[in-house]
């Protein structure tokens, strides 16, 4: 964690009487309809990128041997925000629990993003995805671009291996002012190495982005694409990994995450449940991939697959399918995959 510097943040502290007061007075009056209203007063920062960023760091404060080490994750997130989660967990629970669990609202908090059937996803693919970033600066690689971004950690965090990396941060306008801000706001300052790169990737590709920057297309890159493409329709999932291997060169990787397409039309209580939250919360899953004909897409997109786990087979790798575990339903995927054609 060289390369940051930091004075003082604003850090949780423990619940007072009056906060509890006043926590239980918001949400008796809050039912979880308002709290997803509120969430979704400024609906262009992503409530998922803010949910993902605190399930990474309660996964470092709380897990016996954990995965990654995000000591950050926390204090990117606004404390008005983690107000509105904890108010969520309670608002869905009956009087009885509701009232034992004001005694500790933040523990609330943390309860409530370890048991959310998106957590384990969160932590084995932050994990699964440095692992392999390792691996490739290890092969010579020296950019690092993470797509949708989020409230990822990695430049305040960064590893020794990843001192000489150019990293590259594309993300939507607001979540990115918002994540930008919070660094602000934490006193930290970003070596220069570091880029922010604000785009509406609905609206321009990922290559055109990165030509807004100091990107270079002749330098071996690694790119991280995580907890993005279930948002996105299935043409402009391809069209994103069409402008990947546009704009970097042969031997560049890229590390992604999917969704079963078969699971849209499956009987999933787990999945559906899922699918109910985050359409509520205003970002819908949209598309997946089909396992089977994958390596194909990626043929036709400049890309070769290298790697496809799912969730169950990636968490059996770091060995959590035991106490503490970290499985997850057959419909999640990671897949690892190399630049092999640079398309014009």
Partial sequence: MAHVKATKCAFQLPPSASMRRNLDRRVERHTIVDVVEELMENPAVSTTAL??????????????????????????VPESMRDVFRRDALARMDDKARAQAQISP????????????????????????????QVAVAKGIRQYVLIGAGFD?????????????????????AT????????????????????????????????AALARSSFRTDELTFFSWLGVTMYLTKPANLQTL?????????????????LDERVFNAESASFGEMERRVAALGEPFLSGFNPGTLALELESCGL?????????????????????????PGF???ALARVNQQLG
């Avoid at 660094?183 to 220069?192: E, F, S």
Wanted: net charge negative; charged share 25%; with cysteine.
């Fill in 51 to 76: 949910a993902t960023s605190l399930m990474r760091a309660a996964h470092t404060r709380l897990d016996p041997n954990p995965l990654i080490d995000d000591p950050w994750g926390d204090r990117l």
């Fill in 106 to 133: 933040d523990a609330v908090l943390d309860e409530s993003l370890r048991r959310s059937a998106a957590y384990p996803n969160v932590i084995t693919r932050t994990r699964f995805a440095e692992d392999a970033l």
């Fill in 153 to 173: 950690s990695f430049a305040l965090r960064r590893p020794a291996y990843a001192a000489d990396l150019e990293i590259f941060e594309i993300d939507f306008p």
């Fill in 176 to 207: 990115q002012n918002l994540k930008v801000a919070r660094i602000a706001g934490c006193a930290l300052t970003l070596p220069a190495s570091v880029h922010f790169i604000a785009a509406d990737l609905s609206q321009e590709t990922v290559a």
């Fill in 242 to 258: 069409k402008s990947i291997a546009s704009c970097a060169p042969r031997a560049s990787e890229l590390v992604f995450t999917y």
């Fill in 304 to 328: 070769q697959l290298l790697e496809d786990l799912t969730g169950s087979e990636v968490a059996a790798r770091y060995g959590r399918l035991g106490e503490n575990g970290l499985g997850q």
């Fill in 332 to 334: 999640s995927h990671i």
